[in-house]
């Protein structure tokens, strides 16, 4: 089953940056949708972002958007989400799966298709 390896996170203050990056080491991730996802203690994983296989298209929960920013390298094989403007409620292990597609982030969990990693933490806090 597809993985990919989350990275980037860590400790950050509230109105800061951080940038997370989404790897695919054995195969190819430019044929695939990615989305990014999270979960804050005690709560069901949410979609944050998703991007289609071009980049064309983009999806954001309204809860970040116009904060954060899904791109992707297909040449590194690598998607990105530059979070800015954090907030102690951005707070979460973030992970990142393959989509079907790249729908609204309302239903993105029911097309994450890749086998779901260790994620990252962000931790925003003063």
């Known amino acids: 089953q597809l993985q990919l390896v989350e990275s980037g996170g860590g400790l950050v203050q509230p109105g800061g940056s951080l940038r997370l990056s989404c790897a695919a080491s054995?195969?190819?991730?430019?044929?695939?949708?990615v989305g990014w996802f999270r979960q804050a203690p005690g709560k069901e994983r949410e979609g944050v972002s998703c991007?289609?296989?071009?980049?064309?298209?983009?999806n954001y929960a309204d809860s970040v958007k116009d904060r954060f920013t899904i791109s992707r390298d297909n040449a590194k094989n690598t998607v990105y989400l530059q979070m800015n403007s954090l907030n102690a409620e951005d707070t979460a292990v973030y992970y990142c799966?393959?989509?079907?597609?790249?729908?609204?982030?309302?239903?993105?969990?029911?097309?994450?298709?890749?086998?779901w990693g260790k994620g990252t933490l962000v931790t925003v806090s003063s």
């Open positions: 799966s393959t989509m079907y597609t790249c729908v609204i982030m309302a239903t993105a969990l029911n097309f994450a298709s890749s086998k």
């Open positions: 991007i289609s296989t071009s980049g064309g298209i983009t």
């Open positions: 054995d195969f190819t991730l430019d044929y695939y949708a």
